[in-house]
């Protein structure tokens, strides 16, 4: 995975690149198709009951793929064809992720959620603020209590007076 | 780099259902009068809001998931 990341990204387009057609040219320069969150699901809804396309999303799903993964290539795909804003696709995503869900489960497919609490799949600070403090918290409880704490605590007095007062 | 946001939604969602405040039996001037649930100006416009219609249609589609484990 690290040797992956290394790699140069020399696939990716040159800086300008998005420049080099005209605008308005590309699907998604152009205004959504469906603006609201109802409209985009009417157009997923039926795309995803349809018998062809459950078979193949059955079948990704078996391969191992996450829903979540799933979900988020489909919106994507939405939103480069100008169905949906980039706004609207994300509001409908967890959405997205409970349909292919409960389609996988009425056809009794095992699938991978891809919503496992992970450190690589939590982007959240806080969920790895919580991890992090939990992990050195079971780290200082393994250890024997001699190394944790061997100096008895020392009392320092603390002068109250303010920084310009006569020291005594 | 996150490429995939799809689990933060996913989590960010249940959470913000998760912390839905729960109706509250506001007493009418009525006297004699059961007390009636009564929606606030702040729950009808809650409602407009399209993460609270997407916290509904997900709230929908568990339950309909959980009948189907459940048998």
């Known amino acids: 995975m690290a040797d992956i990341m290394m790699q140069p990204p020399l696939d990716a387009p040159i800086p300008g690149h998005s420049l080099t057609k005209e605008l308005g040219s590309r699907p998604w320069q152009q205004p959504a198709q469906y603006t609201t969150v109802e409209d985009a699901l009417d157009y997923y809804i039926p795309r995803l009951e349809s018998e062809e396309v459950t078979e193949q999303l059955l079948d990704v799903l078996e391969m191992g793929i996450p829903v979540t993964t799933v979900a988020n290539t489909m919106q994507l795909g939405s939103v480069m064809e100008g169905k949906h804003s980039v706004d609207v696709g994300m509001l409908i995503l967890p959405v997205l992720v409970e349909l292919i869900m409960l389609i996988a489960d009425s056809a009794k497919v095992e699938y991978t959620s891809g919503l496992e609490k992970d450190k690589k799949m939590r982007g959240s600070l806080v969920d790895l603020a919580v991890s992090k403090f939990n992990e050195e918290k079971g780290m200082k409880q393994d250890l024997p209590i001699s190394e944790v704490d061997d100096e008895p605590l020392k009392v320092t007095a603390s002068s109250s007076s303010g920084l310009m007062s006569r020291s005594i | ?71």
């Open chain 2, 1 to 71: 780099m996150l490429t995939n946001p799809t689990a933060i939604m996913h989590q960010n969602l249940s959470m913000a259902m998760k912390n839905t405040p729960e109706e509250k039996e506001v007493s009418k001037n009525t006297l004699m009068g059961p007390p009636k649930k009564q929606m606030t100006k702040a729950k009808e416009d809650d409602i407009l809001q399209p993460s609270r219609r997407i916290a509904s249609y997900i709230d929908t589609i568990q339950k309909k998931r959980e009948e189907i484990k459940n048998g």
